[in-house]
Structures are given as structure tokens and as C-alpha cells.
């Protein structure tokens, strides 16, 4: 998908990494051979989507979720892990081959890897893994595609991997829907809990191709400073009425001869949704009619409202102009104080090593950030962190797909799952310890070890869970509990377009990230928004409403 601000998105949420996208790899039609399935338009069938159900393994959380997507919350990690699939799934099973990325150095091996060697031995079989750092991994997929030298299981590229898809899948992948649609899934009750809305990003041709890397729904709307906002008055978020009224918190937030202003780096996808703006694309489900963002007055006063902020000064200055690959260096001066507000991805909040409530508390235990909720009677939340990908399944045997699928469901084992706990803190003892509360703590090999990519070959929704802050899980909770009612059904994941899909997270949202960034900042006059609506929609958006469009109808026969 292309950036709705001047910042990469999902270089922002993926996993709080901070590093930026890999380049798209390069056309791969002809790697699917001349002649193959030609990518269309298309309604994706319910009737292809697994059966989802709620995965319980005997833990009870500190915070329940909810069938409609609330994680669960826990404060603490279970003393006693408890299995979540069955005794050596791949027992008799040749060597599995895997490719995935990794924002991690490259793990021990095998032989040198304890975490590595306990898994197998549960699986009761061998997983050959190869983990890719992330910014080479759309050259890696590449490669492997013109070689023809795919794995077992791959992820495919988040920046874009083939022009084709539908071919692509058609001519390599395994079809899934005989082995995971509608009942069938219950033999896999961890991919189970992978929630309806990330498979049908997984549907291609009318087959299910892909196993999600599901995750929250919503990547949330950035971080903010609740103390900051409490010294102007606003010990709610809910006293913000409208974008004006946000406006006139910001400006009282901008204190320069205090080195301190109200926004770091962008603020463009905030405002969208707090104006009510769809995420790309609006769907009226009557007429089957497609908007696109920059074509709704809500987007526009969203960039209106950015451009105000800018010209009064609420920016720090030269954040705006940071990419996501600078991302570390923009969130570390809003934990340093910088500033009252960040665009980050919920799933950073919380995360190890790099979250923002102890990080923040380390440097002043005043400081008390908290995860900001869009404003205003006409606000929604974005469908935008429904997966960060889909794994696929090389062409294989109906009894070879069992097994790959098998070893899948174990990567996605739920939270703490004797499973889940050797992903990702490995053997205790060697790997990790348990800190004064219970919580497991990495030792020095176990910061090495669990760099494999497990959680990779498939994943359902994290659960919320901090050895560092009770407060803060329930934090991220409570705006979870208040986002998911909020948001908005993305239409690009029933319906498709084969030209969105080649071009949305490239030429299209580099255009539109660029011509954005100079609106905001004052460089081109707001005349060239309207420029740019038209620049987007001659360059492949008109083109790919049109296949949505037609998709709408084939799904209404």
C-alpha cells in the first residue's frame, strides 16, 4: 500500500524495527512462464475463507479480548507454559525449507543454537530456515522466483514481489483452499485464530493461496505525551472536539525556547482519521462506487489541517522530511522530549528494548506516553494492520502441504504456549531467565538465538503483554478497546485490482508521499493537491477504480 503521509507506513508498524523498506523486486512474469493466468479483477468469496474461531489453550488473561479483535492482555508471562499443538507434528516429515525476513544479525546456527534445536525436537522434524535481512529480501525473492529455487515456505515481500500475482501464485503456490477453507481449518486451531479479515488478503484467482502474518487490525494513530497535554488542559482525549480545537492544543504544546514542539516528524494520518477520511479507498456499498482518499473533502481538510500545523510552527523542525528508514532517530527525540506527539505503530508501544513507556520513564519519570485515539465526533480507525504479510506454499503433494501446514500452525502458536515461549525467548535456562516478577529476561545467547524468523511462517493476532508495564498494557488495551469499534472495512481486501496491487506501494505512493510532503511544508501552494488528485488518478488510480469497480459487480452475480 502507498504512504497515506509523508512517512512510510508500514515501515512504521511492521515490528518497531526502524529500518526502512528493501526496493521492490524487479517484474517476474516471464519467471511464471508465458502464458499464465492473466491477473484480473475480482470479488473474493466467502465461501474460501477458513472458519476462525477464537483459540483458548487454558490461560486466562488479565484483559479479555473480544471476537471482534481486542487482543487479550496479560501482565505477566504464564510460570508454566502449556502446549498448543499436538506431539511432534512432522514426525516422519523430510526437512522443511523456509525463507523469511529478518530485522535481526543473522542467528546462530543449528548446531550452536539451543532455541533451534528444542523446536525441532518438539516438531519432531527438521526446518532448514533461512533468514533474510529485510531490506534484501525483495532482491532475495528475485532470485529465488527466476532460478525456480523457491523453499518449502516463503514469505512474500512486503515491498511488492511480482507484477502477475495471480500467475505468479497459480504457477508456484500451493492452493490452500482444500486444506484450510470453511471447516477444514479446524485441523490447524492455532491458524484458526487468524482473524477473516487477514485471509482474504490471501485469496488470488478464486483459491486461497496465503497463511497471514496477522496482526491488530488497526496500526493505531502515534503516541502522545499525556502529561504534556494535561499542563494545556486536556486531561482527555475526548475534550478534543474537532481538528480546530486540536489545532490550538498544538500550538499551546509548541514551546521553541523550550526546544519542544507538538509534532514529530508527521501527524497526516492522525488528522485523516479523525476527519473521517477512508484508508485509499471509500466503498458505497449500494451503488459499488469507489473513492479514492485524496478524492474525499475529509482528506483534504486532514492535509489542510497538517499544512495550518506546519505554517504555526508545531513541527520540529526537519522531522517532516524523515523517511522511515530515519524512523529510530525521530521517535528517539520524541522519548528525549522533543516533542508532544509521534506517528508510530501501536505494535512499537510495547516492544522490547524499544518501547516507549520505559524508555521514557528512564530518561524522566514524568514523562507518560500513552497511545493516541483519533479526535472528534466524525473520527474512525483505519484497517491498516490487518497482516504485515502472507507466507505462501510451494507447489507440492496434498500429504506434502499437510506437513508444511502443520509446521505453520505450530509458528503460530498464541501467547504463552510452550511454543510460542521457544520462538520467542527460547530455553530456559540457556536463553532466558526469569526476572524478580516471573517474566522471562534474554540472556546474552538468548538475544542470538531467537533471532531465527519463526514467527514469520505464520502468526494470529499478538497478544498485549509487557515485562516492563502493567500500566501500559493496559494502555494499549483500553485504545484497542475503544479503535477496533471505530474501524471503517477496507474494501481492497474483498475486492481486487490487479493494477492497485502492482502499483499502489510504489510509483503511486511515491507520488503521492512526495507531492504531499511539499504541500505541507509550504514548498507548493494547496492549488496543488487538486494537481495531484489528477497526476494519481491518470498514473493508475482511475485504472484500478475501475477494476474494483467491475469486481463489485462480478460479486453482486
Known amino acids: ?11 512504521l508498524f511492521r515490528l518497531g524495527a526502524g529500518v526502512g523498506l528493501g526496493l521492490a523486486a524487479a517484474p517476474l512474469l516471464a519467471a511464471c512462464g508465458d502464458g499464465g493466468t492473466t491477473a484480473k479483477a475480482e470479488a473474493k468469496s466467502a465461501s474460501l475463507l477458513p472458519r476462525s474461531a477464537v483459540r483458548n489453550i487454558g490461560l486466562k488473561p488479565d484483559l479479555e479480548g473480544t471476537a471482534a479483535g481486542v487482543p487479550q492482555g496479560f501482565f505477566s508471562y504464564p510460570a508454566k507454559p502449556l502446549r498448543a499443538t499436538k506431539t511432534t507434528p512432522l514426525k516422519g516429515a523430510k526437512p522443511i525449507s523456509a525463507a523469511m525476513e529478518t530485522f535481526s544479525p543473522p542467528p546462530p546456527s543449528r548446531g550452536k543454537n539451543a532455541a533451534w534445536q528444542e523446536i525441532e525436537k518438539l516438531l519432531g522434524g527438521q526446518v532448514d530456515i533461512t533468514a533474510v535481512p529485510a531490506d534484501d529480501y525483495g532482491t532475495k525473492f528475485s532470485t529465488m522466483v527466476a532460478s525456480d529455487s523457491l523453499p518449502d515456505l516463503f514469505m512474500y515481500p512486503e515491498s511488492g514481489g511480482v507484477d502477475n500475482k495471480a500467475a505468479f501464485l497459480q504457477a508456484k503456490c500451493a492452493d490452500l483452499t482444500p486444506h484450510l477453507a470453511g471447516d477444514a481449518i479446524k485441523d490447524y486451531p492455532n491458524l484458526a485464530a487468524i482473524p477473516k479479515g487477514a485471509w482474504q488478503g490471501a485469496i488470488f484467482g478464486g483459491k486461497l493461496y496465503g497463511i497471514p502474518i496477522a496482526r491488530t487490525g488497526t496500526a493505531g494513530a502515534g503516541v502522545y505525551r499525556h502529561d504534556l497535554f494535561e499542563e494545556v488542559g486536556v486531561t482527555s482525549l475526548d475534550q478534543i472536539t474537532d481538528l480546530d480545537r486540536f489545532v490550538e492544543v498544538c500550538k499551546e504544546l509548541t514551546r521553541p525556547k523550550e526546544d519542544r514542539y507538538a509534532i514529530i516528524a508527521g501527524v497526516t494520518t492522525m488528522l485523516a482519521m479523525s476527519a473521517g477520511a477512508p484508508n485509499f479507498w471509500r466503498l458505497d456499498e449500494k451503488t459499488g462506487k469507489f473513492t479514492l482518499d485524496l478524492e474525499t473533502p475529509e482528506y483534504r481538510t486532514a492535509v489542510e489541517t497538517a499544512r495550518a500545523l506546519y505554517k504555526a510552527g508545531c513541527y520540529y523542525p526537519g522531522t517532516l522530511q524523515m523517511s522511515g528508514a530515519q524512523k529510530a532517530q525521530y521517535t528517539d527525540m520524541f522519548k528525549n522530549g522533543k516533542g508532544a506527539y509521534v506517528y508510530d505503530g501501536m505494535p512499537t508501544y510495547l516492544a522490547p ?16 506516553p500513552r497511545p493516541f485515539v483519533p479526535v472528534g465526533k466524525d473520527a474512525v480507525a483505519w484497517m491498516d494492520n490487518v497482516a504485515l504479510q502472507n507466507t505462501h506454499i510451494s507447489k507440492a503433494s496434498g500429504d506434502r502441504v499437510k ?14 504456549s510452550l511454543e510460542y515461549t521457544l520462538i520467542n525467548y527460547g530455553v530456559e535456562g540457556k536463553d532466558f531467565t526469569r526476572d524478580d516478577k516471573g517474566n522471562p529476561a534474554l540472556t546474552k545467547q538468548g538475544t542470538q538465538d531467537v533471532t531465527v524468523p519463526w514467527k514469520f511462517a505464520a502468526s494470529a493476532v499478538p497478544a498485549i503483554f509487557s515485562a516492563d508495564s502493567e500500566q501500559g498494557v493496559r494502555h494499549v488495551h ?10 471503517v472495512p477496507d474494501p481492497t481486501l474483498q475486492y481486487s485490482s490487479p493494477t492497485w496491487d502492482s502499483k499502489s506501494a510504489g510509483s503511486l505512493g511515491t507520488l503521492k508521499g512526495d507531492v504531499l510532503k511539499d504541500i505541507v511544508a509550504g514548498r507548493k501552494p494547496m492549488s496543488a493537491y487538486d494537481q495531484l488528485v489528477k497526476d494519481y488518478l491518470a498514473k493508475g488510480g482511475e485504472k484500478a477504480r475501475g477494476e474494483f469497480e467491475e469486481a463489485f459487480q462480478k460479486g453482486k452475480k
Open 1 to 11: 500500500m502507498p504512504s497515506s503521509t509523508p512517512v512510510n507506513r508500514r515501515a
Open 353 to 368: 528494548g524499544v518501547g516507549y513507556i520505559a524508555a521514557m520513564k528512564a530518561i524522566d519519570k514524568k514523562f507518560d
Open 403 to 416: 506437513e508444511i501446514l502443520r509446521f505453520a500452525d505450530f509458528a503460530a502458536s498464541p501467547f504463552g
Open 478 to 487: 483500553d485504545t484497542f478497546t475503544k479503535m477496533i469499534p471505530m474501524m
